[in-house]
């Protein structure tokens, strides 16, 4: 039914009419008989003259979005609001210049005048549809970043059970979302991590607080685990209760994994997994401080690969690598899930055993170590045999801290190399003084190398019968304070110290210098022979540094004996280096012959002048059936090769006799000269063979 309006009534209405910030119409008979400023201002003509009278559908689109024709819908809508009384719905109008905009209309049939008319005004819905899209456009952005991110939100119930959740869960976790939903975040959690992260959860939803950077372990749906750091807030109702709580979780398992491979590159050795120096003086500080409480004690024991060195300078360092690999798994084998195993760098390892009780406890690790490491290792077709030295502190009694125990483990270590390597010993105090005397020797040696101070003997190398000297070999003599310091002794140190290099190479040029002056004296200086160390093998310009040294003294390669052992040989690029050697005219001497795995094959392969019997053999040959048979088939070898065969180390007119009956006519030893100064050497040289007359009574001159 129309309302009514009295004379006061509708003063009134047309004052609200005309003052109305909404368009505003009076329809009568389809027709719009009145409009307010503001129709007339939205719909942009420049008074009301041009809209009077016209249909509804004259200010709209043929259609409206809908698909419904305007004039057809515009009748049915006013027959509804003249039915109802009034009726609201969504139209499109068309502005003065053509531009569409959405509105919301609302018609009332009202009685203005006593004529029954539709009142219509609108609303309009441009900005309202902007807003709208605004807000779409905000939550596509937010879904967008959402599932470009490692982060995924969730909202769960006052039951703690998903009720939504989006984001990047399924790259995450494997679930979709709707796998999710009914599920509890303890239900994708490993049991032990459930039970921990449900103790937390419960006494934040006590106290309703928020939460954050909440670290927890997840389970991927295929069984992986991945973690995560959440944030949540609580969620409330109109009248502030909780409900539940939404909030976001982030997966962290990249960054995590990132964290962990910088923790082990700062506390484990990246060659072989083990604990390094950082770790391991923490692990020992645990120990000592387990071993004070409980009255134990803890053994530090520190190991050295015995041989190493030669493997590591001869073959290269990927095969040493290898080997520090197998060592270190072998040695973890043999100890017990609580002691450590740590490696300090190059072939060092430490063993920290907790509740010792005594030293034949520590002896008994150190037994297994031993046989563990001594088992024999291929590599590349080849097999090697390393050692293992150590020595062994016990804390409180040797020290009640990592340096202090580590230091005195390291001397009785030393003392284990010294007393012949692959054993155990445990530090006492008489230790220290032999350790602090090896240190001191290997101070002044490297004074003495670098200026020159190592003196040079020479040992001949007499053919028998006649007595001639084809060559003689030169070996290293030290004087420290006036006394001889037993070259095997410098050789140790020099080694140790990594002096081997820069010994080599004096050697050699004190050598070459000696020879010249021999030639420069009108004496036919002998082939001399130096000892050539693996270090010195593994330079490529070792060929080149020795023609030049040899061409700038005037001498020829001719000279020069260059005296190898199997070790030097088994360097990666050895072989070359004897090739081109023998290439530039020096001759070659594979030592030691006999004591190695693969003599015989670098016999055929390499162009080897002479090999000498090592002097084991020829000390037993008297005595020992075995080095006897072993010598003969040496001198077969040579001969059948053609050969020189050098008998090393003939100290006794019975080793003698002995080679010579088996047509040996090249010696070296004590029995016919003692390592001589090249003063004293000349002098033998000048007397000629007449100097071994005191042979023939021996039935060898």
């Known amino acids: 039914m129309a309302e009514r309006f009295s004379p006061v009534g509708e003063e009134w209405f047309r004052g609200i009419f005309e003052a109305s910030p ?12 009145d409009c307010n400023r503001a129709a007339v201002s939205t719909l942009r003509y420049p008074d009301k003259r041009a809209l009077l009278g016209a249909h509804p559908k004259d200010l709209s689109p043929e259609l409206q979005p809908c698909g419904e024709a305007s004039a057809a819908k515009a009748k049915h809508m006013i027959g509804l609001a003249e039915e109802r009384g009034s009726h609201r719905f969504e139209w499109t109008h068309r502005r003065a210049d053509g531009s569409l905009f959405p509105t919301e209309v609302t018609l009332s049939a009202i009685t203005l ?28 952005r937010f879904r967008d970043f959402t599932f470009a991110s490692a982060d995924w939100i969730w909202e769960v119930d006052a039951r703690g059970r998903f009720t939504y959740v989006a984001g990047n869960v399924e790259s995450v976790l494997g679930y979709t979302p709707a796998e999710l939903i009914g599920r509890t975040p303890f239900d994708i959690m490993p049991l032990e991590e459930a039970r921990r992260v449900r103790r937390l959860m419960k006494d934040i939803a006590r106290h309703q607080r928020s939460f954050s950077d909440l670290h927890n372990v997840n389970l991927h749906k295929h069984g992986r685990l991945r973690h995560s750091v959440t944030n949540g807030m609580p969620i409330r109702d109109a009248s502030g209760a909780v409900i539940g709580y939404r909030g976001i979780d982030r997966d962290t ?16 050795d990246a060659l072989t997994g083990l604990p390094n120096r950082i770790l391991l003086e923490d692990r020992v500080a645990q120990a000592l401080a387990a071993a004070r409480r409980n009255q134990l004690r803890t053994a530090l024991l520190f190991l050295d690969l015995d041989r190493f060195k030669v493997v590591n300078d001869s073959l290269g360092h990927d095969i040493g690598d290898q080997l520090l690999v197998i060592m270190s798994k072998r040695m973890q084998s043999v100890l017990r899930a609580s002691d450590t195993l740590a490696r300090l760098g190059g072939d060092e390892f430490v063993v920290v055993l907790g509740d010792v009780k005594d030293a034949a406890a520590i002896a008994a690790v150190a037994e297994k170590i031993i046989a563990e490491v001594a088992r024999p290792v291929s590599l590349q077709g080849q097999e090697f045999n390393i050692g293992v030295s150590i020595g062994a502190a016990i804390g409180p009694d040797d020290g009640d801290n990592f340096p202090s125990l580590l230091k005195r483990a390291d001397i009785a270590m030393y003392r284990a190399k010294a007393d012949g390597k692959s054993t155990l010993r445990l530090f006492d105090g008489s230790m220290k003084a032999q350790v602090m005397r090896h240190l001191h020797l290997e101070g002044r040696l490297r004074k003495a190398i670098d200026n020159g101070d190592v003196d040079l003997h020479y040992q001949p190398k007499i053919r028998l019968p006649g007595g001639s000297v084809p060559g003689v070999e030169a070996l290293i003599r030290w004087r420290l304070d006036g006394a001889l310091v037993p070259a095997p002794l410098v050789i140790s140190v020099a080694d140790e110290g990594g002096l081997i290099g820069a010994l080599g190479d004096l050697v050699l040029s004190k050598t070459l210098d000696q020879v010249r002056t021999w030639k420069a004296a009108g004496l036919p200086a002998p082939r001399t022979a130096v000892n050539f160390s693996a270090h010195q093998f593994s330079s490529a310009q070792l060929v080149d540094r020795m023609v030049r040294a040899v061409g700038d003294r005037g001498l020829a390669p001719q000279d020069l004996e260059v005296e190898l052992t199997e070790s030097v040989l088994m360097a990666d690029q050895a072989c070359d280096i004897v090739d081109r050697l023998h290439a530039a005219g020096f001759l070659l001497t594979l030592d030691d012959f006999g004591t190695g795995y693969s003599s015989l094959g670098y016999l055929k392969r390499l162009p080897i002048h002479t090999i000498k019997i090592d002097r084991s053999f020829i000390r037993d040959i008297a005595s020992d059936h075995r080095s006897a048979a072993l010598v003969e088939a040496i001198l077969a070898i040579g001969r059948s090769l053609g050969l020189e065969v050098v008998a090393e180390g003939v100290e006794t007119r019975e080793q003698l006799r002995f080679l010579v009956d088996r047509d040996c006519t090249l010696f070296q030893g004590h029995l ?7 003063d004293a050497l000349q002098q033998l040289l000048q007397r000629g063979p007449e100097a071994f007359n005191f042979l023939a009574g021996a039935g060898c001159a």
């Open 253 to 268: 398992t990249a960054l995590r994994e990132r964290d962990e491979k910088i923790l082990r590159l700062a506390y484990y």
């Open 113 to 140: 005048l006593d004529r029954a008319v539709v009142y219509c005004s609108w609303r309009d819905l441009s900005d309202h549809d902007r807003m709208a899209q605004a807000l779409r456009e905000s939550e596509q």
């Open 672 to 678: 016919f000269s003692r390592p001589l100064a090249a």
């Open 22 to 33: 909404d368009p505003a119409w009076i329809i009568e008979n389809r027709r719009f008989i």
